[in-house]
């Protein structure tokens, strides 16, 4: 499975941004991280295929930040709301087809088998 995320940019506080991640095959599972400089990369949300749109997030982005999907292109877009400059990092999406994986959370890198390559989001003060 080859992922392509896209859509990061510059933005001021308090702006919007949405990304895109492409897949090229139908993935059961499709997450967000992020990866600020100095820091371990982190979840942001994610969102599943079967599962009538179940979706999780951080707290840190929960009201902020919308998971979603369209199956029919196989993308997950992550539509980032009241942007802080916090928010600063390199986004990663990444991706598993597996339904479940046992004792292993959906807000855990291990959980995911296939990851995107990147996009920045700078948000300024």
């Known amino acids: 499975v080859q992922l392509q995320a896209s859509g990061g940019g510059l933005v001021q506080a308090g702006g919007s941004l949405r990304l895109s991640c492409a897949a090229s095959?139908?993935?059961?599972?499709m997450g967000w991280f992020r990866q600020a400089p100095g820091k371990e990369r982190e979840f942001v949300s994610a969102?599943?295929?079967?599962?009538?749109?179940?979706?999780y997030y951080a707290d840190s982005v929960k009201g902020r930040f919308t998971v979603s999907r369209d199956n029919a292109k196989n993308t997950a877009y992550l539509q980032m709301n009241s942007l802080k400059p916090e928010d600063t990092a390199v986004y990663y999406c990444?991706?598993?087809?597996?339904?479940?994986?046992?004792?292993?959370?959906?807000?855990?890198?291990?959980?995911?088998?296939?990851w995107g390559q990147g996009t920045q989001v700078t948000v300024s003060s």
């Open positions: 990444a991706a598993d087809g597996r339904t479940y994986l046992s004792g292993v959370s959906y807000s855990e890198r291990r959980r995911y088998s296939y």
């Open positions: 969102a599943m295929y079967w599962t009538g749109g179940i979706t």
């Open positions: 095959t139908p993935t059961y599972a």
